[in-house]
């Protein structure tokens, strides 16, 4: 049976993370301070988030509110710089330079383009990452333990194959296992292979997208191919989510996903993490920074927790009933 909370085997990076999606789009800046001066006495912490979405926002709500509980308060006691590249590895390198020129105490790069962006352009600067799930496979660092450098952050690795398990639990006579991901994507290429080595006795079919205008027809492609749908942590297809569930509705396909914010928005369940823990966790590790220690010596760190979470509207609407064993176990039913 599952249980409330599970605990995660330690950095065993072959599965998944939050990664970018391809979007044309400009580069917005949302800044609390654009001002690169350290002559007012304040710490300098510069933000790069790949894109906004519901968990990408929420380790950085989780990091601004670790900082403000040690007194490094955004826009008041401490120079607070964020900025988004609205999917665009080519803006999130843009941001990457622009911030190696302002030169703040610590860059805080959310997901993998952000980090390898802010590596490549700010060798010299203390980096801290975030919403990478596979920091070796990325090449941010070469230790897990010991990282070396100026580089270290929290990984936000999945149980590929404890999800697995649950979609097995709540759909026992799956055979096919549809999957959307962007193939263009390495961390999300790593999350498929992971997902194909777990899926014993059951067959994955993949469908794949290089932009999120081409999610609807994808999740359309599995229809008739698959017993249900599993959505990974993909930011191209967790930014057009709602365009899948409406595939599940309409053809009673349920769809899963690897994280707790889908489920909420409308995926029948997981088993995962709250990412503005994971901020938290991101914000500890950069005030050990702000107050001297070197990211180098600073082994990386993954999510502890699990946490059940079963939308059972979602399940009704995609015709199918949820195992009364899993909704007692689940710390959050959404009806």
């Known amino acids: ?37 350290k002559s007012n006495g304040k710490k300098t912490i510069a933000v790069t988030q790949i894109v906004e979405h519901p968990s990408l926002n929420a380790i950085r709500d989780g990091i601004k509110e670790e900082l ?15 900025e988004t590249a609205q999917g665009s590895p080519s803006t999130a390198a843009q941001i990457a330079k622009k911030f190696a020129g302002d030169n703040p105490d610590v860059i805080v ?5 952000s980090a390898q962006s802010a590596i490549a352009a700010a060798p010299k600067i203390p980096i801290i990452f975030s919403g990478v799930t596979d ?26 194959a404890k999800h697995l398990d649950l979609i097995q639990q709540i759909s026992p006579n799956i055979k096919r296992l549809g999957v959307l991901y962007n193939a263009g994507e390495s961390n999300s290429v790593s999350q498929v292979n992971l997902l194909k080595a777990s899926a014993k006795g059951i067959k994955i079919v993949e469908a794949t997208v290089s932009n999120s205008s ?44 690897g994280d707790i914010d889908s489920v909420e928005r409308g995926a029948v369940a997981t088993l995962g993490f709250n990412y503005k823990d994971v901020g ?28 059940l979470v079963v939308n059972a509207k979602a399940a009704k609407l995609m015709g199918v009933t949820v195992p009364e064993p899993v909704l007692k176990a689940a710390q959050k039913v959404i009806q």
């Open 109 to 113: 790069a959310i997901s993998t383009p």
């Open 280 to 307: 938290q966790q991101t914000g500890k590790m950069i005030i050990r920074v702000l107050k001297g220690e070197k990211p180098g010596t600073i082994a990386v760190e993954t999510p502890k927790i699990l946490n």
């Open 214 to 257: 081409e999610v609807a027809t994808a999740a359309k492609s599995l229809v008739g191919k698959v017993d249900s749908i599993y959505i990974p942590a993909d930011n191209t297809i967790v930014s057009a989510l709602e365009a899948v569930l409406q595939v599940g509705i309409t053809n009673k396909l349920p769809i899963y996903a």
């Open 1 to 37: 049976m599952l249980q409330f909370k599970l605990r995660q085997n330690p950095l065993n990076f072959a599965g998944i993370g939050l990664i970018t999606i391809a979007l044309p789009l400009l580069l917005s800046s949302c800044s609390g301070t654009n001002s690169n001066s």
């Open 68 to 82: 403000a509980r040690s007194g490094f308060e955004a826009d008041k006691t401490l120079n607070w710089q964020w």
């Open 135 to 160: 920091p070796l496979g990325a090449k941010l660092i070469s230790n897990l333990q010991q990282p070396g450098g100026l580089v270290t952050g929290v990984s936000d690795l999945a149980p590929i």
